[in-house]
């Protein structure tokens, strides 16, 4: 694990692929911090993410992700659990690659359609005609951001958890 130590480690991946609650447990599990970069959104414009697109829109939340991304990858030694948009923005792209090790959170699109059925706290979610096609269009900019990809679906948390320390543990 000598490569990672003191760098970050990031958490990519479409909405429902776990980052936040594999997040949870990896930081506990390494004895990291752990930053959710949509937390620190909320806190920092004060009002919950379907708010802040509501009332000011996607592209100023986008500039908002932007800039708390940028300054979270000027710190080290953290495990940070990204939003799914993150890698739309190539300038967070490469600061994230920089900054630490960056896992690809995937699953099957139909385990995302379940986990995020019912799900209102997700605007994209109710200004897109479909999830398959969004997840696709981004299954491409996920990989090439990403040092690694782990596959999420039918697995507990705590099962991805364990193989990515393993992942991080075969780092020379
Ligand atoms: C988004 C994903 C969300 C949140 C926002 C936009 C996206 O985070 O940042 O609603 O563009 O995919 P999660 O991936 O944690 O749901």
């Known amino acids: 694990m000598k490569k990672i130590a003191g760098k970050n480690v990031v958490l990519i991946g479409f909405m429902g692929t776990g980052k936040t609650e594999v ?8 004895h990291r911090y752990l930053v959710d970069s949509d ?5 920092r414009v004060g009002k919950p993410i379907t708010e802040i697109f509501a009332t000011f829109g996607e592209a100023y939340f986008r500039k908002q992700e932007k800039e708390v991304i940028l300054d979270l990858c000027g710190q080290s030694g953290l495990v940070l659990a990204t939003g799914g948009g993150v890698v739309l923005d190539p300038q967070n792209v490469e600061a994230l690659q920089k900054s630490g090790f960056v896992i690809w959170l995937d699953a099957s699109v139909t385990a995302i359609e379940q986990r995020l059925d019912g799900d209102e706290s997700r605007p994209l979610l109710a200004n897109i005609d479909s999830l398959r096609a969004l997840y696709h269009e981004r299954t491409s900019v996920y990989r090439v951001a990403a040092h690694v990809r782990v596959d999420t679906t039918d697995k507990p948390p705590l ?6 320390v393993k992942i991080l543990c075969q780092q020379p």
């Open 23 to 30: 997040g949870r447990l990896l930081a506990a599990s390494l």
């Open 39 to 43: 937390r620190a959104i909320v806190e």
């Open 159 to 164: 099962a991805v958890v364990e193989e990515i």
